[in-house]
C-alpha cells in the first residue's frame, strides 16, 4: 500500500504531482523525494501516516493530557475512527448506568 498524507493545512494544497489536496484529506502520491513535496513535510503540511499511531483530533489530545487519559485505550468515533473530544470524555467518565464493582 503506497504511503498516505494527512493534509494538515487550512486551505487546499498543491502537490508536486499537480493534484489539488484538501485539509483534512489523506493523499497518495507525495513524492517525498520532490523538493516541493519535501518542503511541506518539512513544514508539517503533509504528514506521513503512521501505522498503529493513534489518530485522534488537537482538541481530543489535549483534552486527554488534561483528564490523564491514555488515548491507546479509547475507540474513535468520528471520521475515520479519530478520536474525538466526545470519546475522550467517556473514556475518562464511565456511565452512571454501569455498576460498581465492590
Known sequence: MPDRYLVRSRHSEDMASGKLAEPGEWVVGVDPTNPY????????IFVLEQPNAVKATDAAEAKAAKL???L?????????GRITVDDVESAANPKANEEESP
Not at 72 to 80: L, R
Open 37 to 44: 513535496d519535501k518542503a511541506k513535510i518539512e513544514a508539517g
Open 68 to 70: 490523564e487519559v491514555d
Open 72 to 80: 491507546s485505550t479509547v475507540t474513535g468515533t468520528g471520521s475515520g
